[in-house]
Nanobody, 120 residues
């Protein structure tokens, strides 16, 4: 089994910053893409940013220039640095990993989510 655990959410004022982290553990052979998604109340889950095992990144247009995704392959972690946060970015943020487990099966795994609230 593979687990993804997020940390770093919380309450921040508009214009502020937060850094989210996600650690993967368990029966991992290799992790391919990792990413961050968010879901606001009443809305669909959307991709915020993703990163390949080689370090290539992809961002939603709305966060380009403000958010930075990074990963440490040796530690099976992925991070999301969020700057200049806006109230409309209040949501539950989820970590996702596309993992090849030790049985050589490919699965997509999700963390439990961490709440980010942007409010004064």
């Amino acid at each position: 089994q593979v687990q993804l655990v997020e940390s770093g959410g919380g309450l921040v004022q508009p214009g502020g910053s937060l850094r989210l982290s996600c650690a993967a553990s368990g029966s991992i052979f290799r992790i391919n893409d990792m990413g961050w998604y968010r879901q606001a109340p009443g809305k669909q889950r959307e991709l915020v940013a993703s990163i390949t095992s080689g370090g290539s990144t992809n961002y939603a247009d709305s966060v380009k220039g403000r958010f930075t995704i990074s990963r440490d392959n040796a530690k099976n972690t992925v991070h999301l640095q969020m700057n200049s946060l806006k109230p409309e970015e209040t949501a539950v943020y989820y970590c996702n990993g596309v993992v090849i487990n030790t049985a050589r099966a490919l699965h997509s795994y999700w963390g439990q989510g961490t709440q980010v609230t942007v409010s004064s």
